[in-house]
Structure formats: structure tokens, C-alpha cells
């Protein structure tokens, strides 16, 4: 009888997988190596790839593949695998943030072969290496100077500096295009070409940032613009603290927005130009650090 059951067991899973793989339209199916150790991991990283008719994940404890399925008109490899690494699990492509991987459990907290050891800004991950030819402890560090002719975050950076002097002149329709090509900006950037310090603060604020320049595409209200891009600053200044700017940024206060509780943005320039009540309090503010090339 208990080798019955098992036969069932086995039959219902069988059966429950080709119903979820029938309900993914374009499928698209891929093996990559995700780092992980025990059963705990593989829910975690099944449950952060998953997606409901999009994805599926199906990882592998003693082998550390990870198989996606997924539709590929409606996602790819990179979203999936973002996804893991946000749970706090390392692949070959996207390293999870440290203080994520820092919470997983103890029994969950891999050995991260794939983790730069740098000690110094110049030593950055390069994880568009020859997996097959290297060992990847020796293929996690390169130097920055091989990356630093395509500054990948240099187009998010103008982007929102564009935003910002819409809100300025007061302008929803120019704010909300200006944050349209925001957002194409941040969807461009290519993760694998940012630095230690960068890839680790890109991979804690690239969600609330993506959707919060979104947010700004979409409102019709200046108002609303303005609420949204206090947060977006919050995120753009962790971002400008470990990249390299080719001018000095400064990181500018305004004393009245909310009600008194203030609210923050970057700007190139020193002399305060307000965005959260443009022409109305322009120069209300002051200027509360500013952040110097590296």
C-alpha cells in the first residue's frame, strides 16, 4: 500500500508540473547555475522565480541548476534571475545584495564562489568571463578600467537631472517624457558592467526605482510627480554615493515640502533651483553635501 501511495504521490506531481508548464504560453526553457544549499534555498529561489503563466523554476540542491521555463514574449532570463538574486541567491550573471544574502538562514548561506573580493575601487566583478576556461574565484575581479568606456549608469544620472529641471519649470508633460526615457534608462543597464560598489546598491534600489519613474511617467498631476520623485532621490543618492561622476553633484534640501518634513534632491549645480515648488519658493533649500568625482 505505502508503495502505492508513493506511485500516486509521484503521478500527482508529475501531473500538477505539465499542467503548469501547459499554461506557459512561448515557452522558453534554459539551465543556469544558481548557488544555494539546502532544501530551504530551493523553495526560496522556486518561489522568487515563479510566476503565474509567466515562469517556472525548478532548482536542483546537489547539482545547483536551476531550470527556468517561461514565456518569452512576456519575460527572459535576466528578469528571472534578478528576481533569485534579490531573494539573496547568486547566479552566474546577477549577484544578490549583501545584507539580503546576510539574512538568509544559516543552513541557506552558501559559499559565494562567485562574490569579488575587493579590496580596493578598482576591483570589480567581471561575470561576462569564459565560465568554461576560468576558475570563477579568478574571474570575479577585473579592473574598473576596462569598463569605465561604457559608463552604464551615466544615462540614468542625465535622465533624472532632466526630470528634476522639469519639476522646476513646473512642467507635468516634459516631467512625465523626461521619466519615460528615465525609465528606458534604468531597463538599459547592463548589471554585469557596474562595479562592486554599484552592482551591490543597483540590486537594492533598481525595483522602487523602476517603479517610481514609472510613476512619474504616468501622473498627470505635477503634484503627484513631485511626491513620487522624493522617493526616486532617496534611491539616485545611494547611486551617487559609489559611482564615479564626471562633475560634482550636489545633494540639495528643501525645509518646506510635506508639510515641514522636508524632501531631498540631486542636482549639478550648487545654486538651488527647487523642484518640489518651482518658481513659486525657488530657491528655498540649501545644499547639504556635495559629492566629489572618485
Known amino acids: 500500500m505505502k508503495s502505492i501511495s508513493k506511485i500516486l504521490m509521484v503521478i500527482t506531481v508529475l501531473l500538477s508540473t505539465i499542467n503548469i508548464f501547459a499554461q506557459i504560453k512561448n515557452s522558453k526553457t534554459e539551465t543556469v547555475k544558481v548557488y544555494g544549499n539546502c532544501e530551504m534555498c530551493k523553495a526560496n529561489i522556486e518561489k ?174 505635477v503634484s503627484k510627480q513631485r511626491e513620487t520623485f522624493a522617493l526616486l532621490s532617496k534611491n539616485m543618492y545611494e547611486l551617487t554615493k559609489v559611482s564615479k561622476q564626471e562633475t560634482p553633484v550636489y545633494y540639495q534640501h528643501c525645509p518646506m515640502y510635506n508639510n515641514g518634513k522636508g524632501a531631498n534632491w540631486l542636482s549639478k549645480e550648487d545654486v538651488i533651483k527647487n523642484p518640489y515648488y518651482g518658481s513659486k519658493m525657488l530657491t528655498c533649500g540649501s545644499v547639504q553635501e556635495t559629492i566629489g568625482n572618485k
Open 48 to 221: 522568487a522565480g515563479n510566476l503565474k503563466n509567466v515562469s517556472t523554476v525548478e532548482w536542483n540542491k546537489d547539482t545547483k541548476m536551476a531550470t527556468l521555463s517561461y514565456d518569452s514574449k512576456k519575460t527572459n532570463q535576466d528578469e528571472i534571475l534578478k528576481r533569485i538574486a534579490l531573494a539573496g541567491y547568486d547566479s552566474e550573471k546577477f549577484l544578490a545584495p549583501d545584507d539580503v544574502y546576510s539574512k538568509l538562514s544559516g543552513c541557506c548561506q552558501y559559499n559565494r564562489e562567485l562574490k569579488p573580493v575587493a579590496t580596493n575601487k578598482d576591483a570589480v566583478m567581471n561575470m561576462k568571463a569564459e565560465h568554461a576556461n576560468h576558475d570563477p574565484k579568478e574571474m570575479a575581479v577585473t579592473n574598473t578600467a576596462t569598463i569605465q568606456n561604457v559608463p552604464q549608469l551615466k544615462s540614468v544620472f542625465d535622465n533624472y537631472f532632466s526630470v528634476k529641471d522639469a519639476l522646476v519649470k513646473t512642467d507635468p508633460a516634459i516631467s512625465s517624457i523626461k521619466a519615460a526615457e528615465l525609465l528606458k534608462a534604468i531597463k538599459a543597464v547592463e548589471m554585469t558592467k557596474l562595479s562592486t560598489e554599484e552592482h551591490s546598491v543597483w540590486m537594492k534600489v533598481m525595483k522602487d526605482l523602476t517603479a517610481n519613474a514609472e510613476k512619474i511617467s504616468t501622473a498627470k498631476d
